[in-house]
Structure formats: C-alpha cells, structure tokens
C-alpha cells in the first residue's frame, strides 16, 4: 500500500486545516534512492534504521525534511507528526497545545491564545463567538452557549432570562421578539407571520390562515372562502371570489359543484375554465397518435327567456363529451361545448347532437333568431402545414361573399347579424391579401395577438377557429357549418391556389354530396332557405 499521507489521514479527519499546511506539504519531499532494480524505492526509517527500501514500500512512512519515518517510531513515541505542518520531527522538538503537537517552526504563526482564558491553543481549533473572538473548545463549551434566535455563541452572562422553552436567547434577539397573538409566546421578530393586522407565530398562522389561490394573501379561516375549482378544494379571499362568474338565477358563485339552481348536476363554468381535454375517435383511430389526428369541436351559443328552464335542458344535454360555460355576451344563456372529436366519432353521434339541438328548441331556447349567438368550429392545428392553411383561409377570405352566404348571418328583421359579423368575424379587405395570408399562416405554431375577432382566427394555440357561422338549433343548417369545416379542409388540401374559387369548391361539393348531405343541399339552393328561422 502507499505510504500514509499524514495530511489527508490526520488533517481531514479531524475536521480542521491549518492555513500553512499546504505550503509545508510543497517543502516535504519523500526521500527515495534507486535500488539494485534500477527502479526508486523509499529509504529506511531514519529513527530506528530498520527495513530495506524496499521491504518499506509496503508498510507505512511519513514524511519528515531529513528523511522518512516509519509507523513503529511515530506510534513508539520518538517522532511525533506536527498537527500544523505535518512533519514528522523529534517528540522533544515538538510543543504540546491541548491535543495537538506543534513544531518549533509552526508555534510562531499557528498558536493564538484563547480570547476567553489566554490559554494557547492551535489556530483553526477554535471557535468563533458572537463578539468576533475564537475562543479554545473548553471555554466554548463551559462558558458559552447557542443563542436561540440568532443562532451565535454568545456569553451565558448576557443571555435574557426568559422561560425554558424560548431560553436560551441573547439581549440583542429578545429586544427583537415579538409576542404571538394566538397563543402569547415570544417569537423572533423576523420569524413573525403577519394577518389581520396581528403578529402570529409560524404555528398558529398555519392553522388560523390560508393562503388566497389568487392573490397569494394570508386570509383568515373564519373569512376564507372555500370553492371548488377544477377537482380541487381552492381557498380565496373575498375580493377574489368576487372576480368569479355569478350564477344569474340564483346568484351563487359558479364552480366545478354548479350552482344552487343546478342542483349540484350540470354545471355552468365560468367563462376562463379549462377542463382537462379528452379526446373522442373510433375503436380503430386509437392506434393513431392523438397529433396526427384530425379533430374537430364546436361552441353553440343558445339563450332563452324563462330562466326557470334551464337547469332542466343542461341536464338533457349533458353528455361525458360536452360541458357548458358562461359568457357576458349572453343575456340568459351558455354555451355548448364539446371536446374534441374525430370526423369518424362525429358521423356515428350526429343522432346524439342532433336529440340534444332539438331538445334545446323545443324548450324555447333559440340561437338563430338572436342577434347574439354564434356557433364556432375548430379544427386541429396540428393537421395543417403552413401552405395547406394558407389555402384554407384564402378559400374563406378570397370568396367573402360565398363566406359570408355560407355563414346565414346577414337577414332582413330585427335579427340581421350582419353587424356582428364585421364586429366578431371579420372578413375585411385586410384579410384579402395575399401577403397577411401568408403572414399568418406561418405564424400558425405562435400566438398572434389583436386577431381574435377575424372569420378564420389562428390565435388559439391548437386549433383553427372558424368564427363566422350563426347560431342554429336547426340541425340541418348545424350539420353544414361543420360539413363547410371538414370540406373546406379537404378540398383546399388537393386543389390549386388558382382554383380556390366557389365554382370550384361547389362542384367539388357536388362530386362528394354523399359525405356532405347537408353543404350540398343549401349550396344547391343558393341559400334559398337561409333567411329561414333556424
């Protein structure tokens, strides 16, 4: 084995290094001398003489400037390793201070004395205090105690005498204490919790305070407000739980638990909520990764005028595959939503929607005859490339008449939307050029911001949003805003920029009438049946 490094077994093992150490280490050489071998061996023990070079190699040596010292001489007595420097050197050459062994030439500058006793002790051994000082281990531990707030060794003559569970602490941190509002015990000023205008130690704030989910400030229990928000009991303050959605029947606050009106069943989320998304396909689409599905999903918007009736219709339209929520744009109404779903799914639930539109006609709710309700589908960005969205939206904005046709918002009456439809969906002249096309198309995998309220919006950061459409609980002019979405996607996939026109996209339409019934027949007709109530 390797000799013994006296100043990794005895520096490192005792927890302390003299600052000299490493220098001392570069002036001490192992003494070797070459062998019969031709090869370098460490030499004999220059204390008792005893081993060949080479028998010494495996026992163990130290280090000394005249030469080696074996472990019989250092363990015997005779030589000594100096705990600063770690020579080895004569036992009467070196100086006891308290259990370490220093040379002649490490006294000067390594032993200090106590700042407590004046005794000699090694520097690095002591033990610094509160007032700066170091102090030998005997004095640290006789005279000197851990202060409980600050944490330092200070003087057991200048702690305060307070009572045994806070004790010990020093003058300075008692004059720094403050006393808990709950329960009277003196805690350190910094480690105080503030609420209700009161100081409060760690303990009885934890038990008499939560944290608002929304502002992050300390609300007492007996204050809080306790509302379930996305599975999860949430606690807010007053002024926050004012922020969310009221029911307008009955006034509660509108959470995952519903509202008293809704009896806890079917629930009217506030208009933020974002549920956790699931994903509908068929049995045989489920092998395909949910990025490389096409998917689909609508919000129809429906008002009534007896607030009475709603609890019952969100319980006939509540489905594992739709949710509701609120928006201020409704004077009595929701919102029906779905998760997204794939073309396949949709064609065997076109019975299941179209039971639940007309159970929402049929107690008196209407989405056509309103000059506030729309009904927007979104598609999965993720099936486009930017040059197949590009066309998609050329074929919306460059045909706005046949857009704004397809969309049955522009009607003679009280109903006429078309206002909403410049306002919410626009298909201004902006959109009709060819460059902001592009632009946008390529900023598809962003966030572009001041483009929400356009016919195709592309803020969202997963899907494509067409905005354009009316609201319609007729399921005939319903199945044809979606048949228009999966349509236009097909045909400007295959089609040239060139013949991104309506003649085009009619007679396609035409050729593939079976896939969509419902876009062929009010195509046929020019929309002869549009001006009709839905």
């Not at 106590?114 to 000699?120: H, L, N, V």
């Not at 009475?308 to 509701?324: G, N």
């Not at 074929?395 to 410049?422: A, I, K, M, W």
Request: charged share 25%.
């Amino acid at each position: 084995m390797p000799p013994r490094d006296v100043f990794n077994t005895f520096a490192f093992d005792n927890g302390w290094v003299a600052h000299s150490i490493a220098n001392e280490l570069d002036r001490v050489r192992w003494h070797t001398a070459r062998g019969e071998d031709g090869l370098e061996h460490y030499t004999p023990c220059i204390g008792c003489g005893a081993g060949e070079a080479a028998a010494l190699d495996d026992g163990e040596l130290y280090r000394s400037r005249t030469g080696n010292v074996c472990s019989t001489c250092v363990d015997g007595g005779t030589y000594r390793v100096c705990s600063c420097c770690s020579d080895c050197a004569l036992a009467d050459t070196l100086e006891q201070v308290h259990d370490a062994w220093v040379c002649a030439r490490c006294v000067p500058t390594e032993v200090a004395e106590c700042g407590s006793c004046t005794s000699r002790m090694v520097r690095g051994r002591g033990t610094r205090v509160a007032t700066g000082i170091s102090v030998c281990v005997t004095c640290a531990r006789t005279h000197y105690i851990r202060c409980h707030g600050c944490s330092q060794l200070v003087h057991r003559s200048t702690l305060h005498d307070l009572n045994d569970r806070w004790a010990p602490t020093c003058v300075s941190c008692y004059e720094d204490q403050v006393t808990c509002y709950s329960c009277g015990d003196r805690i350190q000023g910094s480690d105080a919790h503030e609420g209700n205008g009161e100081l409060w130690c760690g303990r009885c704030h934890e038990q008499s305070f939560r944290e608002c989910s929304s502002c992050s400030e300390s609300v007492h229990v007996n204050d809080a407000i306790r509302l379930q928000i996305r599975g999860r009991t949430r606690s807010y303050c007053e002024t926050c739980a004012n922020d969310f959605d009221r029911c307008r029947q009955c006034d509660a606050i509108v959470t995952d638990e519903g509202c008293q009106c809704a009896g806890g069943g079917a629930i009217i989320h506030p208009y933020n909520w974002r549920p956790t998304v699931k994903f509908f396909c068929q049995p045989h689409e489920m092998k395909v990764p949910v990025a490389q599905r096409l998917h689909f999903g609508f919000e129809l918007e429906m008002e009534s005028g007896r607030r009475s009736d709603q609890p019952a219709l969100l319980e006939r339209l509540k489905t594992e595959w739709s949710y509701f929520k609120a928006d201020g744009s409704l004077s009595n109404g929701f919102e029906w939503v779905t998760h997204p779903f794939t073309w396949a799914w949709f064609g065997e639930h076109r019975a299941d929607i179209e039971e639940r539109l007309r159970a929402a006609s049929s107690a008196g709710y209407r989405s056509y005859n309103t000059t506030t309700c729309g009904l927007h589908v979104h598609m999965s960005k993720s099936a486009f490339t930017s040059f197949h969205l590009f066309k998609f939206m050329a074929l919306v904005y460059q045909n706005d008449e046949f857009t704004t046709l397809l969309s049955q918002r522009v009607s003679e009456g009280e109903f006429n939307q078309e206002p909403y439809l410049h306002k919410y969906a626009s298909l201004s002249a902006e959109n009709l050029n060819t460059k902001n096309l592009i632009r946008k198309a390529r900023r598809r995998s962003r966030n572009p911001t001041g483009e929400k309220y356009v016919a195709v919006n592309v803020m969202p950061p997963h899907t494509v949003e067409l905005r354009f459409f009316r609201g319609t609980l007729h399921p005939p002019s319903f199945f044809k805003a979606l048949e228009y979405a999966r349509a236009a996607y097909d045909f400007s996939a295959v089609t040239a920029v060139g013949n991104l026109t309506d003649a085009h996209f009619s007679e396609w339409v035409f050729k593939n009438r079976k896939q969509f019934p419902n876009l062929h027949a009010f195509i046929s007709t020019r929309g002869a049946d549009a001006q009709r109530d839905a």
